[in-house]
């Protein structure tokens, strides 16, 4: 079992795209585990050689006996909020490393709050957030501002050309009844409703109107970074799709069974009358969790951490060097660019 994995959800949408890119990355003492035993019987039928082993959340026998050994558990099961707490208890008590793929920001204070110490006792490593909302935009301000010692303003703006919510995606909305945070004049503050902007994200998406709507990203990125003001815009048809009860699930349309979304990711920050921007351009934003997580994974079992407890993705790996070794295939890491302001 030495450096084994386990994946809980591995069956949901996410899941199978962590369990297909570990498995292509030559992964082969993986244990599938979830909820649902029929759902991970279908699974076991696509991946004969690895175990699996269904665990209820509310059943820490279970649960221990689905992680025993594990090294690292990847935690695909969301609502966060309902899922983070057991399997992190879990993971304590093997002493297995631990990632989750949250965007919800109650969660992932939550983590932070109720285990930073423990984790930090253990010498295991916890990283919430770790996907495409939360853990990107977390390494591309790390890799950005890796020089400066403060800074002013951070601002990511998330361009969709469409977004096709998984079931998933719509419990988690569901659940998810807390006020949005932001971060302001150096704290975590409520937001206020703001004005909707055009930004240009240039192609394939083009220019959008954008809307203030803070996740993960801005509890990742504050935890570590000297920053005072930090926000977040997505565009407004994303959010159409997303609220549109109508808008079907994706549907896959290429050899890694990504769907047609196009993505951007644009961070910008300030020192002064510095201005630095970075993009990421990909397709598919459940998708592009897999080989974000299994970069994580790869550096975890390497041995290429910066530090143990609960941390970030930004913070616990060297951020520039990450990203540098994504495939261009996955995403495309634009040159940083630096201006003076007026």
């Given at each position: ?61 279970a649960m221990d006996d689905a992680f025993y050994g594990a090294y ?192 951007c990711v644009e961070v910008i920050a300030v020192k002064g009358n ?69």
């Open positions: 079992m030495e450096n084994s994995i386990a994946i809980y959800g591995a069956y949901g949408h996410t899941g199978k795209f962590i369990v297909a890119e570990l498995s292509r990355k030559g992964y082969k003492n993986l244990l599938l585990s979830g909820r649902d035993p029929e759902k991970l019987t279908l699974l076991h039928q696509e991946y004969p050689d690895l175990k699996i082993k269904a665990a209820a959340i509310d059943d820490p026998k690292i558990i990847i935690n695909c099961a969301g609502p966060y909020l309902d899922t983070a707490k057991p399997i992190i208890e879990a993971a304590l008590r093997s002493g297995s490393h631990y990632i989750d793929l949250s965007a919800e920001q109650k969660a992932v204070l939550d983590v932070f709050e109720l285990f930073a110490e423990q984790a930090k006792n253990s010498k295991i490593l916890i990283i919430p957030a770790a996907a495409f909302y939360g853990g990107l935009a977390d390494l591309l301000s790390t890799a950005l501002t890796q020089d400066w010692n403060k800074i002013d303003e951070i601002n990511v703006y998330i361009g969709l050309d469409s977004w096709h919510p998984t079931k998933g995606t719509r419990l988690t909305g569901d659940r998810n009844h807390y006020k949005r945070l932001t971060f302001k004049d150096n704290r975590l503050q409520e937001l206020e409703a703001g004005v909707p902007k055009e930004w240009d994200f240039k192609n394939p998406i083009g220019i959008k109107e954008v809307v203030a709507l803070p996740l993960s990203e801005i509890i990742t990125i504050s935890r570590h970074l000297n920053v005072h003001t930090i926000s977040t815009f997505l565009s407004q048809n994303s959010l159409n799709d997303l609220r549109n009860n109508d808008t079907p699930e994706p549907k896959p349309v290429d050899s890694k069974n990504r769907s047609s979304q196009q993505f510095i201005r630095r921007t970075v993009s990421a351009h990909g397709q598919d934003i459940y998708a592009v969790t897999a080989p974000l997580v299994t970069e994580a994974v790869n550096r975890i079992l390497s041995g290429s951490i910066k530090k143990t407890g609960v941390t970030t993705m930004g913070e616990v790996f060297d951020a520039s060097d990450f990203l540098q070794s994504l495939s261009e295939d996955d995403i495309k890491i634009a040159a940083i660019e630096e201006s003076t302001l007026n």
